[in-house]
């Protein structure tokens, strides 16, 4: 029998955030912030739904719309938050998510719920299903959603368990990434943490490693107002390492819930060999557990294992630290209208190749 849940829209950025960091799940890319930035940086309209039973709220989605000229489409970012455990809740919030597509007629409905599928390396013996996961996949594949050939986050990632002491945590990596984290102080590496007023220094920072590695830089002002935005809430903290005074590399994490994750990191094109970009990751582990946060998210590791995956080179650096290899369900796509999903997938790699 189908369980009764009461939906309804929360206004106010206190209200949602708090309600939201009790959640299991709970993602910093389903915060109030995120919202509003992907208002002002995408043109998406947020809207920020939550799921109460029994007079508790148990379940959060903040959905975001955008039209594409005459078709919408709609995106849960790393949500919808609930204990994915509980099967029941799980169906309920699915059904009113399709509800609420089909009424809008979007062509697409894409969720990316933080939940695992697996931990380890497929078909190796670390290889562990995960139950929860893998019973949220039989549901939306029952309900009629199809696994998404457009990832927008990272599907797979390394998490390290920060509720062990700084020396257990520490004696688990390799040896080389222990041998360079010493580097690095011996070096006269220093960190610092950074503050708004170092945002051109950390954006040119980036672009310097956009340009070396070959990936896209937006404007300034994109990340001005992403980092600037969290930082001001309290859900992003930045660190520089400098050399005699002179930045080389920085990281910026973003924290919430649980969780501590490593979404930006860069450095400059001199100084590499002090390994700056160690130091800064074991500093940003000790910052995290200091905090109270439990994982330390890596963010981001290859869907394919082998040096075919343009994350490799990103992977081996990754690794060293002996995170757990932790592999997401992924993005699902739920489309009110069959043939219209169809003929978007076909035509949409031609509108953005134009646009």
């Known amino acids: 029998m189908p369980i009764t849940v009461k939906v309804y829209e929360i206004e106010e950025r206190e209200r949602w955030n708090e309600s939201l ?16 930035f992907k208002r002002a940086a995408g043109g998406w309209r947020p809207q920020r739904l939550a799921f109460e039973r029994d007079g508790r709220v148990v379940a959060q989605a903040s959905l975001a719309t955008k039209a594409l000229g005459p078709l919408k489409v709609m995106v849960v970012s790393k949500g919808p938050a609930l204990d ?29 719920p933080d939940v695992i599928a697996a931990t380890g390396l497929p078909g190796r013996e670390d290889d562990r299903p995960d139950d929860s996961g893998q019973a949220l996949m039989s549901l939306l594949r029952a309900r009629g959603w199809r696994f998404s050939d457009s990832q927008v986050q990272f599907r797979n990632t390394l998490c390290i368990d920060l509720r062990r002491s700084e020396a257990e945590i520490l004696a688990a990596m390799s040896g080389n990434t222990r041998r360079k984290i010493r580097v690095a102080a011996k070096k006269e590496v220093t960190i610092r943490p950074a503050s708004a007023d170092d945002l051109p220094l950390l954006y040119q920072l980036y672009r310097v490693t956009g340009r070396r590695d070959g990936f896209r830089t937006r404007p300034f002002a994109y990340y001005q107002r992403a980092w600037r935005a969290f930082m001001d809430a309290g859900l992003a903290h930045a660190l520089v390492a400098e ?5 080389i590399a920085q990281v910026i994490l973003f924290h919430f819930g649980s969780k501590c994750w490593y979404f930006y990191g860069a450095s400059a094109n001199e100084e590499r060999q002090r390994m700056p970009n160690y130091a800064l990751q074991w500093e940003a582990m ?24 343009g994350l490799w080179g990103v992977y081996q650096f990754k690794r060293g630290f002996r995170g757990v290899l ?16 169809y003929t978007y997938q076909q035509l949409a790699p031609r ?3 134009l646009m």
């Open 21 to 36: 960091r009790r959640l299991p799940g709970a993602h910093v890319l389903q915060t109030w912030e995120w919202g509003e």
């Open 84 to 112: 994915y455990t509980d099967g029941d809740l799980a169906d309920a919030v699915l059904a009113e998510l399709e509800r609420r597509a089909t009424g809008l007629g979007v062509v697409w409905l894409k969720i990316d």
């Open 243 to 247: 050399y005699r005074g002179v930045a």
């Open 286 to 309: 000790k910052w995290a557990k200091a905090q109270g946060y439990t994982t330390y998210d890596m963010w981001g590791a290859p869907d394919r294992f082998d040096e075919s995956d």
């Open 326 to 341: 932790t592999r997401h369900i992924g993005a699902w796509d739920f489309a009110s209208s069959p043939l219209l999903y």
């Open 351 to 353: 509108l953005l190749k």
